[in-house]
């Protein structure tokens, strides 16, 4: 008996394509087998970041372990527009929020940023890969973004890429309203875009200096109250893919 319920959607490691029949991890076989009780034969969908996504169907499946059997894609991988947020790494839960909810607004690549004021500067890259993982699963994306391991905020905007923006978030006052910078840029149709977030205590005023002296810096106001590193980043990624990202139709 199968049951009727939504195939589950599972990000693995495997390469992906018809035919191909590999073992799930044994936390996915415990996930699949005893808390969403699937059997074999029931549907499953599976992405691996490379492959884009493929339906398959649980060819066994036990308390500890489960195999599928991969039948045909559903979603081609299709290449993303590049959207990297750099963040100063805040409390924990806090921190966690961020990466998951950048996730499911379509950040590419998060990079943490160490700044004279990052109160947690003891990033575990691993437990954010695993947030992402999820909420890339939950959210239904084909791609999986880039966890970096957090580097000093001079190194990260060092050697950056032609062409691409850094919007710096400041809560200074000193920025242009985010509705204006953003309407600007998807009038301009730019290309791949950053945007770095300040830790609790804010930039420091050589940071400040730092991020206005390089010439692809955009300072951007969130509006006169301070918010918190977790609002800001959601308010701004949110700002971006309703103006200029892929909450519009067509090509973002
Ligand atoms: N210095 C303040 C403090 O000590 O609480 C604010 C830091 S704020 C909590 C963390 C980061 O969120 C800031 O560095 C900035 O990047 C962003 N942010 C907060 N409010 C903002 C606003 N109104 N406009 C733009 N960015 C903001």
Redesign the pocket.
Known sequence: MTSSTAPLRLYVSSDLAAGVEFNLLPDQARYIAQVMRRNTGDPILLFNGRDGEWRGVLASISKKSASVLVEQQTRPQGVERGLKLLFAPVKRTATDLIVQKATELGVTLLQPVITQHTNNDRVRTDRLEAIVVEAAEQCCRVMVPEVCEPIALSDAVSDWPDGQVLFV???TGG?DPVADVMTESAARNMGAAAFV???????AETELDLLRSLPFSKF????P?????DT?ALATLTCWQALCGDWRPGPS
């Open positions: 978030m400041d809560e920025g977030i300040g830790p609790e205590g804010g930039f951007v106001s969130l509006g109250r301070i918010l918190r590193a800001a």
